[in-house]
């Protein structure tokens, strides 16, 4: 059962999912038991890296940074919990208010750990509605970032007795305490945040926020009867004459035991006494498309727009993103595709987050349906120096993948602003498509090869320092010895180890008879896991 458990981490919990189809974990996954038997020891708990920051959009101007951890810090943590997952369930399970119950999927599909019930969410908000009349609403400010690593120790084996007994080594030999070492190696040592983007991170949080739950008990009377919790998203109901500050008080004194603080700006109180707004996912849900092909524009029309401004009102969600989804599960006539796309390109322009979505579903469709091609490469050109200029290394990466999936011929200027940016992504998206030939002109990667050295490999670009090598992909000669007779990457090599499989195209789940079948049954929103 380790071995299953570590398999499904390092295969469908690693990398972010938000990356373009071609990266990919599974051949590390298939060898992760044989490298975690060789690692243990003092020698990888000492084999300190920096992870690659892949920023994605969140809402307006806001950015998420997401972390490609390297592999064999990677392995060490996840191994950990593994191996340790009986434990680690067992505290889990203490939590009665968390709808966020961390498990192994048993799928073969989707991420490695199962997500939040959110079907549960809304029953426990009209639970909190019908038994309090009000409740608070509010979240953990900057969650991820903002968690210090050595309370995972605190979380396992309790903050007093940690602080107590760190000295001993009995401490120093527990998982508790090597889980706290192995997150932070993959950091370079830093010990405030934890990497956002493999499941690890999903599992180690939830840990956190259910030992802060023990604190909040003592603070705020009742607390596990009237409280609903989905990751860092916490609310509380009100009794009658109770104040929303008098609760907060309590939840911000258990959460500063563990160094962490409210989010004042997504603190609102609810029901009874406050403005009530419709939920915008009824609309974007119940929303539907004339059969009749003449009436098919105005409805789209009337559809983005009504969403567009749905979205102004809620800058918070990803209101936009889900509108553009529920509208590529329509079943639009073919002389109205084109109307159809234009509007899903000026929501991309509109917010970045619908980007990746965009990016995908019209390289999925597009030998099979006859779509604006001259807009869509016009919009691909005219994005790529415009988001490579401004670092924004997700959207960039997708409008890099969907040139090459609809094989885009793509003039070198435009690729000027990109070769200089500290990004394994789009170095090795950017090198498959001067393989593909798809790059008209000459192109410098010296600044990226300058990274295939054995500090590279412990570097924020390890992943292009040894995947391009291995793939023989630099344009000059390459010597590969700084991998071959690495300490642990050689072992990666000897097993033909691959992080970016070319062959690997858009994914089934961005077609419209996937998309119309995912809304059916109610699964079609994709709502983000990790805090906000």
């Not at 070492?181 to 950091?187: E, L, P, S, T, Y």
């Not at 500290?422 to 170095?427: A, I, K, M, Q």
Request: hydrophobic share 40%; net charge neutral; aromatic share 12%.
């Amino acid at each position: 059962m380790i071995e299953t458990r570590l398999k499904k981490l390092l295969r469908r919990g690693y990398f972010p999912a938000e990356l373009p189809p071609p990266f990919t974990t599974d051949s590390f996954a298939d060898n992760a038991a044989a490298f975690a038997a060789k690692w243990e020891g003092a020698a990888i708990r000492k084999f300190w890296t920096a992870p690659e920051v892949y920023s994605i959009p969140r809402y307006g101007d806001i950015r998420r940074k997401l972390s490609l951890v390297n592999p064999v810090n990677q392995l060490h943590v996840a191994h950990l919990i593994s191996t340790n997952w009986s434990d680690i369930k067992t505290k889990l399970a203490r939590s009665t208010v968390t709808e966020f119950k961390p498990e192994f999927a048993a799928n073969s599909t989707g991420r490695a750990i199962t997500g939040v019930d959110f079907d549960g969410v809304a029953r426990q908000r009209a639970r909190l509605l019908a038994t309090y009349g009000r409740y608070v609403k509010t979240d953990i400010a900057r969650f991820y970032p903002s968690i210090y690593t050595h309370s995972i120790a605190w979380a396992i084996v309790g903050k007093a007795h940690a602080k107590a007994n760190h000295s001993t080594k009995a401490f120093k030999d527990s998982y508790a305490n090597h889980l706290d070492k192995a997150v932070g190696a993959g950091q370079e040592g830093q010990t405030i945040g934890i990497p956002i983007g493999p499941d690890t991170s999903r599992i180690i949080s939830e840990l956190i926020v259910v030992e802060v739950e023990e604190n909040v008990k003592i603070n705020i009377p009742s607390f596990e009867s009237r409280s609903l919790r989905y990751v860092d998203d916490i609310l509380i109901g009100l009794e009658e004459n109770e104040t929303a500050s008098a609760v907060l008080s309590g939840l911000s004194l258990a959460l500063y035991d563990y160094q962490l603080e409210l989010n004042a700006e997504k603190t609102s109180t609810l029901g009874l006494g406050c403005n009530h707004s419709p939920e915008w996912i009824h609309y974007v849900r119940t929303f539907e498309l004339s059969p009749k092909a003449s009436r098919q524009r105005d409805d789209l029309d009337s559809f983005f727009e009504q969403a567009v401004y749905l979205a102004d009102q809620n800058k918070r969600d990803n209101a936009l993103l889900f509108a553009v989804k529920r509208a590529a599960s329509f079943a639009v006539d073919a002389t109205n595709t084109d109307h159809l796309v234009r509007w899903m390109l000026y929501c991309a322009r509109r917010s970045a987050t619908c980007l990746s979505f965009v990016a995908e579903h019209l390289a999925a469709i597009n030998a099979t349906s006859k779509l604006p091609l001259a807009e869509i490469h016009t919009y691909i050109l005219q994005q790529i120096p415009i988001k490579a200029a401004a670092g924004h290394t997700d959207e960039l990466a997708w409008l890099l993948f969907w040139a090459r999936e609809i094989k885009l011929i793509v003039p070198a200027s435009v690729m000027a602003n990109v070769m200089n940016l500290r990004s394994s992504t789009v170095g090795l998206l950017t090198l498959d498509l001067w393989h593909s030939s798809l790059i008209n002109g000459p192109l410098d990667f010296s600044f990226w090869q300058g990274f295939a050295t054995e500090s590279g490999l412990k570097s924020e670009m390890w992943l292009i320092a040894y995947e391009a090598t291995r793939k023989g992909w630099w344009p000059k000669t390459q010597n590969d010895d700084f991998i071959t007779k690495h300490s642990f990457f050689a072992d990666l090599w000897a097993s033909k180890v691959e992080f970016y499989d070319s062959g690997k195209k858009a994914r089934e789940r961005v077609t419209p008879s996937a998309l119309t079948k995912s809304f059916a049954e109610g699964s079609g929103f994709g709502f983000p896991e990790y805090p906000m």
